[in-house]
């Protein structure tokens, strides 16, 4: 059964910084564009950062220059190095990976950003 499990998550203050991982596991992790999405309360869920099969990367506006996603084919995990976090960065946490056939999700992490 495919796996994708998220950690790091947690309470931090305005400025402060988390790192999330998303360790996975019976994929063929180099092949899957892996990605991660947040939902904060009432809103819809949102692409955050993804990190290409190819190994390029991109970013939400509102993240840019503070968050920096990044990939261990080795590990078979994906990062999420969050800087100069504001209160607006308050949402669960999503790790997704998807390929041309399968798209999976993990179950989410919190992360709150507050003083």
């Known amino acids: 059964q495919v796996q994708l499990v998220e950690s790091g998550g947690g309470l931090a203050q305005p400025g402060g910084s988390l790192r999330l991982s998303c360790a996975t596991s019976r994929i063929i992790f180099s092949i899957y564009h892996m990605a991660w999405y947040r939902q904060a309360p009432g809103k819809q869920r949102e692409l955050v950062a993804i990190a290409y099969s190819g190994g390029s990367t991109n970013y939400v506006d509102s993240v840019k220059d503070r968050f920096t996603i990044s990939r261990d084919n080795a590990k078979n995990t994906v990062y999420l190095q969050m800087n100069s976090l504001k209160p607006e960065d308050t949402a669960v946490y999503y790790c997704?990976?998807?390929?041309?056939?399968?798209?999976?999700w993990g179950q989410g992490t919190q992360v709150t950003v507050s003083s």
């Open positions: 997704n990976a998807a390929s041309a056939a399968q798209t999976y």
